[in-house]
């Protein structure tokens, strides 16, 4: 199971492309989510990630979160769940054992993780937008994965062997856009998996799928889950 930022569209969550809405619509996200955006107004992307963080602790895992952990408790160690997404709405919804592409949201890091010393603690990180080191001045950033970023090693090394182990991946409410996550679906068709994805729009990983459902994630999940 691959899912994007349409898992949680019907949760309140704007999906990453349309995200650029409000304050925000004179930004691009893609510039946004990146070192090098961050570091050229670091206060503009700091508050567009707070705005993100109020939206998406105020929301509730969907009816397609909620089937995805019923299914997945009722056939244990036979669903792997793989998220781009920075929220917890899946873990929310009881799944366990989600492996993060992306990162989180809600954690923060430090922008210079190799200057780190032991005199550097988040907790005393002095407020502002972003907060600062009180030790050495380093900036507080949001524990995601930009653009230009590696993935988290182990989380991706667990997505391609589930991609390699698996008979059935099924793809939810992503455009297929970013990599290496979307070729994921690739590499499971390629080793003789069954690819289906959920979609309400066509995506650019279509091509990959033996099997297209047009519909959203909270109304397809339940209905297509709760079959088996
Ligand atoms: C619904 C719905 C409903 C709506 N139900 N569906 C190979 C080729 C070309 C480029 C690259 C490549 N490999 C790597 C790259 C570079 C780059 C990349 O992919 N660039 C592309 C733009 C081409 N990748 C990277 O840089 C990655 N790192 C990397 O590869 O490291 C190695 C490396 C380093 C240096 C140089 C080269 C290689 C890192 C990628 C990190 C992505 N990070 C973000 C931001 C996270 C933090 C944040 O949230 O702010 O992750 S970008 C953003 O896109 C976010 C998402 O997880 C990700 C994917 O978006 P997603 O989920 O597909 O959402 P949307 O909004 O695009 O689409 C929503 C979909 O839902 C739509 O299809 C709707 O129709 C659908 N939908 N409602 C179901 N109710």
Redesign the pocket.
Known sequence: ML????????SGV??????QTGLWANFD??Q??SEEGFRANPSLVWD??AS?RDKMRAVQP?A?HVALARFAKQHPGRVGIV????DDLHQRAGSEGVIR???D?LQDTWLERGRCTPSCDMARAVPGSPPRCAACGNLVR?G????????PADALAQAESLAERCDVMLV????????????LAHRARRAGAKVMI???????IDDEAHVLLR??????LPALLDMN
């Open positions: 899912t994007g930022a349409g898992m949680s569209a019907e704007p999906t990453f492309r349309d995200a996200p893609m946004l989510a567009w990630y993100r969907n397609g998220t781009q997404n920075v592409l992306h990162g949201i949001p995601v994965v930009w653009f230009g970023e590696m993935l939810v409410g992503t455009s297929g856009s970013v990599y290496p996550a979307a070729g959920v979609n309400p729009e066509p995506s650019e519909g959203t994630a909270a109304h397809l």
